[in-house]
């Protein structure tokens, strides 16, 4: 009996360790001033160019989204064709989905791929080609899977982080956009 109520114990101890295990942090505070983020833009605006999203982006509403490329998966593909498809029906609202790798060679010669075969329209595909750890200043949590960051006016609207993700996902991250571009 005692062996099973301590088993019991156990179990419940490791529930409550995965369930509270599931608010991870990554990405900046909320209100901070945008970090430099300098990529290789493989696809979008600046195809083929080293670019400082956060300085061309300025003041424009945008959707960072920090991937880590080991982890790229069908339902992450999902989550940003499903943003992608959403963002590009707002005039000016863009995606900057950032490859995090210690291969930054392999994700420039992978990314025009995914481009051709998924046919983003909002979204560009980058990688950044420092340290897998990402850009200073974007407190980028290995373990997230993903994270998304929500910019308006310069300023960091809301950071969500996943390490399990599909498209009913986006709504989250659509309304954190919707909220951040009300505010004046």
């Known amino acids: 009996m005692n ?24 990405g900046p505070d909320k209100g901070e001033k945008v970090p430099e983020l300098k990529v290789f833009d ?22 960072y989204v920090f991937i880590q490329a080991e982890k790229w998966s069908r339902p992450m593909n999902r989550f940003l064709k499903t943003l992608d498809e959403s963002v590009k029906k707002d005039d000016g609202d863009y995606v900057v989905a950032v490859w995090l790798t210690d291969k930054p060679d392999e994700s420039k010669e992978y990314l025009p791929k995914l481009q051709q075969s998924v046919k983003y329209e909002a979204t560009a595909l980058t990688c950044y080609t420092g340290e897998k750890a990402g850009p200073k200043g974007w407190n980028i949590n290995a373990d997230a899977h993903l994270t998304a960051v929500v910019v308006n006016k310069g300023k960091i609207a809301a950071t969500t982080a996943y390490q399990s993700i599909n498209e009913t996902d986006v709504r989250a991250v659509l309304e954190a956009l919707k909220k951040a571009k009300e505010e004046k």
Not at 42 to 63: F, L, M, W
């Open 3 to 26: 062996i099973t109520r301590s088993l019991l114990v156990l179990a419940l101890l490791l529930l409550a360790g995965s369930v509270l295990g599931d608010d991870l942090k990554s």
């Open 42 to 63: 493989a696809t979008g605006e600046h195809k083929e160019k080293d670019v400082d999203y956060a300085a061309d982006r300025k003041d424009k509403p945008t959707v």
